[in-house]
């Protein structure tokens, strides 16, 4: 299993759900806002799933040391 901080470095590095702001001739920002709330919601769900597999990791550490 991969630690906390490579797999956080990764997640920052390939996380394709949120998608980027665009900018338009004025320099402003473009979001669709639509796809970057869908984009939040998918790296929730996957931070979720790693949650789920930190947490099932420390009771069989901890069932070892008891």
């Known amino acids: 299993m991969e630690s906390i901080e ?3 470095e990764f ?8 998608p980027r702001a665009k900018m338009d001739n004025k320099d402003w ?3 669709e ?7 939040i919601v998918e790296e929730l769900e996957e931070a979720q799933l790693y949650i789920r597999q930190l ?12």
Do not use: D
Not at 11 to 18: H, K, L, W, Y
Not at 33 to 39: I, L, M, P, S
Not at 55 to 66: F, V
């Open 55 to 66: 947490h099932m990791n420390i009771n069989t550490l901890e069932e070892r040391l008891a």
């Open 33 to 39: 806002v639509g796809a970057h709330r869908r984009g």
């Open 11 to 18: 997640m920052c590095r390939t996380s394709t759900s949120i």
């Open 6 to 8: 490579e797999l956080a």
């Open 29 to 31: 920002e473009i979001v």
